[in-house]
């Protein structure tokens, strides 16, 4: 059938998946992009957020439902799967890891407190196939509004992570494996790969994590 040889050995799928920086739902990771680039550049202290909608696509839009489970996740899943959650997290810490899905962890309240100011707002023209662009609005107690609109969100083929993003996940990661490595073996890993094609022996990395 021509849909299977159609650009066969001219166009390479493997280049347009993507990669999450974030071991969450990847449809929230627009919010979680914003959150993180707001707080960085105004410097925003959660304590003087009045309000934050989250206006998104269908995507999106249903991370932030049903209120009641998504402001307060029950579970590690709920919370993987929850904006509010999320952009509670980002906001917060200034980052997002495994360490913020664990049945402790997501029962802190500073994050929860975040969690319960955020409202999904639907934009249904911006829903598409796959990850549907994201708008975060955070209101401060003053009136001012900061908000970020992103489409092309870290991990996305317009926007992948690169080598040294991959690389900070792995140390965020390595440390939660069944035997978690020194931070020795990891930078050891983290080099080995990125000079994999320089290496006489590939299996090099995987020995590593033995």
């Not at 493997?14 to 627009?30: A, D, L, M």
């Not at 690389?167 to 494996?177: I, N, T």
Request: glycine share 10%; with cysteine.
């Amino acid at each position: 059938p021509r849909i299977l040889t159609d650009g066969l050995g001219e166009k390479y799928l493997g280049v347009e998946i993507g990669s999450k920086p974030y071991p969450c739902c990847g449809f929230g990771h627009p919010f979680y992009d914003a959150a993180l680039s707001l707080r960085e550049k105004h410097n925003i202290n959660v304590d003087d957020i009045k309000e934050i909608t989250a206006i998104g696509g269908q995507s999106g839009y249903g991370l932030c439902r049903p209120v009641e489970i998504k402001q307060a996740p029950r579970t590690i899943v709920d919370a993987q799967f929850s904006v509010p959650y999320c952009v509670g997290v980002a906001l917060v810490r200034g980052k997002i890891t495994l360490e913020d899905f664990t049945a402790e962890t997501i029962k802190r309240e500073n994050i929860l407190e975040v969690a319960r100011k955020v409202t999904g707002v639907l934009e249904d023209s911006w829903t598409k196939h796959g990850v549907s662009p994201g708008k975060l609005v955070i209101t401060m107690n003053d009136g001012t509004e900061y908000s970020e609109y992103v489409e092309d969100f870290l991990g996305s083929v317009g926007n992948p992570m690169s080598y040294d993003d991959c690389a900070k996940k792995f140390r965020e990661c390595a440390p939660f494996a069944l035997n978690p490595l020194p931070n020795d073996k990891i930078e050891e890993i983290i080099d080995l790969i990125r000079n994999l094609e320089k290496q006489s022996d590939g299996t090099l990395p995987i020995q590593l994590t033995g």
